[in-house]
């Protein structure tokens, strides 16, 4: 019977917490904080991207590799990204100090070099609170592919 009650009590917790209306400041501020990580990663901008990280971060690419923190700017460091197009983010408030942003991206590279970084994405950011500082936790990026 506690397993029930202690389940309940986390889902309603969790509930509120998914329930919460977005502030204002934290939806407009970490979405461009998004925006801004990509831009970094166009520009292969390696102290913007240490600042914006958070030590642990962890990155699961379009491809389905996982990287850390150094792999992840490494390869942003030696990149070929050209441009990148971000639509239709969205902020999912998890707690004060967490945050969700989704969005798509359009990622414009070499020719030939689709098999590597599909044209389009689906992208989520996991932002924490460390101080006063938004930092990115995690990001998984997720090729969209059409439904045959």
Known sequence: MRFHVLTATLLLIAAGAWGQAPNAA????????????????????VNGLKSSLT??????????????????????????LRNVSVYN??????DATTGLVTYN??????EGDDH????????????VKQGDEW??????????????
């Open 116 to 127: 590597l970084a599909p044209r389009y994405q689906s992208v989520v950011d996991v932002w």
């Open 26 to 45: 934290d939806s407009q501020g970490l979405i461009a904080k998004s925006e801004q990580v990509q831009a970094l990663v166009k520009a292969k901008d």
């Open 135 to 148: 930092r990115l936790k995690f990001e998984q990026a997720t090729p969209q592919r059409h439904i045959d």
């Open 105 to 110: 991206v359009i990622v414009d590279r070499p």
């Open 55 to 80: 030590d642990d971060f962890r990155n699961i690419g379009s491809d389905g590799g996982l990287r850390d923190r150094n792999e992840f700017i490494g390869e942003a460091q030696e990149g070929t």
């Open 89 to 94: 983010a969205r902020y999912v408030p998890v």
